[in-house]
């Protein structure tokens, strides 16, 4: 299977290995991926602070850089929602349909154990768009449970937002601020080493916090852990 990685403008600037680590994953799993340099912003950011225009000509940008591939993998839920649920009114024509990665190991590889080993204590946390934008359900802790030496702890509150949303939380600091609390108490309560998301845009937020408290709790993309053998 061909598959195009969609490495997603925050990964690609500030969280490179989370890139790498979905490549070093799928190739071990048999996919033959690439990484089309012309990719650029999906135009999230665009579009949610009213550049339409600006938002519709990196979406046409995107249907032309990610044309015939088998699937395109993403390791942002944000991003991914984006494309699934904004291209369709920007654009209204046929692009490459993009995968959040756990989407694309369970429902398309069909894999759940996918070999990792990572001998730690980790909690779960649901972002905002892999929640209600992709309905990505279990699967994330699905292939937790798999990963061996892992101990999987719930998250009290997982379902809240953290606080981040981009730019509320430029635009709204105060409350931004008090939501990412709220998230590090419940974090801190599960006596969990690691935190783990689907989306490092909001991992950076509460692993913000969690530095600036010196708490000594890791945040790590899913694809981080899954790519992990020993």
């Known amino acids: 299977m061909r598959v195009a990685l969609f490495v997603t403008c925050v990964n690609d600037t500030l969280f490179p290995g989370t890139g790498r680590a979905v490549v070093s994953l799928l190739r071990r799993l048999g996919c033959e991926v690439d990484f089309p340099l012309a990719q650029t912003c999906c135009g999230q950011m665009h579009l949610n602070t009213g550049y339409r225009e600006e938002a519709v000509r990196l979406a046409r940008r995107f249907a032309g850089v990610f044309a015939g591939y088998d699937a395109v993998v993403a390791p942002s839920g944000s991003c991914a929602a984006m494309?699934?649920?904004?291209?369709?009114?920007?654009?209204?024509?046929?692009?490459?349909a993009v995968h959040d990665l756990s989407e694309f190991l369970i429902d398309v590889l069909e894999v759940e154990d996918v070999g990792a080993y990572f001998p730690h204590?980790?909690?779960?946390?649901?972002?905002?768009?892999?929640l209600r934008g992709l309905h990505l359900g279990d699967r994330p802790t699905r292939l937790l449970r798999k990963v061996r030496g892992l101990e999987l702890v719930p998250l009290p509150?997982?379902?809240?937002?953290?606080?981040?949303g981009g730019t509320f939380a430029v635009k709204n600091p105060a409350v931004s601020a008090a939501m990412c609390a709220d998230k590090v108490r419940n974090v801190l309560g599960t006596g969990a080493e690691v935190l783990c998301a689907a989306d490092n845009s909001c991992l950076m937020h509460i692993g913000g916090t969690l530095r600036?408290?010196?708490?000594?709790?890791?945040?790590?993309?899913?694809?981080e852990i899954l790519e992990a053998t020993e």
């Open 83 to 96: 494309v699934r649920e904004q291209y369709p009114r920007l654009i209204g024509r046929d692009f490459p």
């Open 157 to 164: 509150g997982a379902e809240e937002c953290c606080g981040f």
């Open 121 to 130: 204590r980790v909690t779960y946390h649901p972002t905002c768009h892999s």
């Open 212 to 223: 600036r408290q010196r708490t000594g709790v890791r945040v790590m993309h899913l694809a």
